[in-house]
């Protein structure tokens, strides 16, 4: 065992191999895997509780369920680690070429001196911002300094999309993507990008830890993010959230002083976010059933189709794409278009065609509202009422058109069976950003 | 309730007769987007060899192989073709160890042994180190709950994994198992199912038939896989 691969780094364990590693690294920390009571099981990696009965094996011993996809966790097991040394050699350079605006350049000199000073800030970035280029100077006179540096994401698309940028604004340094199914196994580097679950695995760890898109958390697991980054960040390091739209659970840390905050309302490119069109169809859903096609959506469509404008459809259940999917087809045959979700193994092939604009329409679910951006773009969300678009859902739909300095404007229209608390929510921050950035 | 494979709450939708029979009970943990994508295997789809699921009638090409060596065949039956779906939740249950994935076939299966039965059924064996790693049986796990299991098998430590070896190797490998004769005592003259996760070769039942008819020569056993 290279002792590197420890610093920081918690890996389970059996007895035997515990004992073997504490002989040989006699600064091993090491703590049992679970808690047990008389009826429930803690897990002392992701804090999750288990009814005993639930989750015990054959063999008698516990396991974990929850965290298992980052490798299963026993009760006659054991989580061990070496305190972080940051031994890191090797050259750091800014190999990144391009520039700040004036707005841009003061919230990247702040994000410098909160890394510096080890504070914990809440950065309030609108969509399309440029906030992954403000973090550069910061990050980078942070492993000047021999910091251990990492940037987690709720999701693994913001990750996979924020490799390549970072890789290139840090030519010389070596950075590790963590993330669940991934085929490279783990090893030691200053620079770690992962999803916010892989900090679960690592102990006081980081002396700089950035959260991207910290709202993409489901707001349910909030406790769980919470126990995640105290456990990865080192007693005394700086923590930074980025979002475009925060929850309710950051706002309250805000009013409680232990997060401080501040705002980055403008578009780097000047423009303001585009207001979403509430359109009112009763009866979207019935007529979808029945093979009509909803007649405001029709409008849009046509409207989009004579623009030649590409869009992304969004609607709320899986079940929708194929319907909508068979309507399209029928009434615009000259539309280039497909459905994408989730689980959709040709998804990444698909986003990347929409990309090189040899579609001109996705249809979608929720899936590709956050990190994915287009050049030229407009969005129509169908069902937007529905329970799974959230405040912040819409607010990152709605964001992704007028990303591009060349096509800063666009329509969002949302048609609905109701307004929801949720979109009223959408429409009211976006208003307010708007009116913060001056407009 | 949650899903057991891709974690979305899901209302299970019951019928009359389930509110009547009092079936709810044992219906599926998993949601009817997971259930649907896994492919069944009908039995007039299948080999009548090892049970895979095939356009033609009769042998498969690898049955009509192993039918040079073995005359008699094991006519096993497949409930489910190994896709993605298959090899996504195998993954889960015995890579990751995932053992409350045991009960996602729970409900069909129970369903499956109500048209096929045996007087007994055996669950090919896990070797010691395989379970104390992995803290269950996979084999059991799965059929556990649906029929009482009769455990008369043991097997040997290997050295290499089965999963690392390919095709040839483990055609070519030797007879893994052994019988408890006391326990085998008992089973003569009965009909036997056999009980496994998979059929990927065939060469794991044949040997496990075997090792019984070693034990209890004229025994009658026919084998049932969750998936082909
Ligand atoms: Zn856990
Ligand atoms: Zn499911
Ligand atoms: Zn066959």
Redesign the interface.
Known sequence: MNCEALFGRLEIVDQTTCKAWRDLFPELIVQPAMLLTNTVVTCQRCQARHSKKRVQLPSGTYYCPTCLLLGRVCSNEYLVNLPEKNCFKGPTELTWQGTLTPAQAEAAEMIKQIFKQHRQHLLWAVTGAGKTEMLFPGLFAALKQGKRVAIASPRIDVCLELLPRLQQAFAKTEIMLLYGDQPEPYHYTQFVLCTTHQLLRFYQAFDVLVIDEVDAFPFAQDQQLHFAVGQARKKTSACLYLTATPGPALLRQVSKGSLSLSYLPRRYHGHPLALPHCHLALRWYQQLMKGQLPSVLNHLLEDKVQRRQSFLLFVPKIALLEPLAKLLGNNFSDLKFTTVYAADPKRAEKVQAMRQEKLTALLTTTILERGVTFKNIEVIVLGSDDGVFTMSALVQMAGRVGRHRDYPTGRVDFICAGYSCAMKQASKQIKQINKKAGF | MRCLL?QQSFIQSLTLADIFYFRALTTSPICL?CQRKFLRIRPNLACSGCGRLQTQQGLCQDCLTWQKNYPQLLHNRALFSYNAAMQDFFK?YKT?????LSTCFTSVLGQFFKKVSADIYVPVPTDTRS??K????PV??IFGAVVPLYDCLNKRELPVKQAHKNRGERLAMAQPFQANMDKCRPLARKQIILLDDVYTTGRTLFHARDCLLKAVPGLKITTVTLAR
């Open positions: 891709c987007n889960q990751s160890g995932d053992y409350q379970y104390q992995r803290g269950f049986n059991c796990g």
